[in-house]
């Protein structure tokens, strides 16, 4: 494994382990689990106490994973999108 996934891994499970309302045991853990079309998609594995408040948890990690990440400079791929205009004319010209 490359050593910018291995970074991802290792940011996704510190991100986790760091947030006090997740549980120390079982052990967080993370893992490359697809192969998108323009991305590596990874998931991060916790235990909580949380209930009713899991989303709000949930906000926390993702919140601190893109921190993380761009403060490593780690890049998130979002999906573009390309607009073709055909028969346009400027008027004015």
């Known amino acids: 494994m490359g050593q910018t996934h291995q970074l991802v891994m290792k940011l996704l499970k510190e991100v986790a382990q760091n947030h006090p309302k997740v549980l120390p045991t079982p052990e967080v853990s993370a893992r490359l689990v697809l192969f998108g079309s323009s ?16 989303e709000n948890v949930k906000s926390d990690i993702r919140l601190g994973i893109e921190q993380k990440f761009r403060e490593n400079k780690i890049e998130i791929p979002y999906t573009q999108t390309d607009v ?10």
Request: proline share 0%; net charge negative.
């Open 84 to 93: 073709w205009v055909r028969n346009w004319e400027r008027k004015g010209s």
């Open 39 to 54: 991305s590596l998609d990874f998931e991060v594995y916790f235990w909580s106490n949380e209930f009713m408040l899991i």
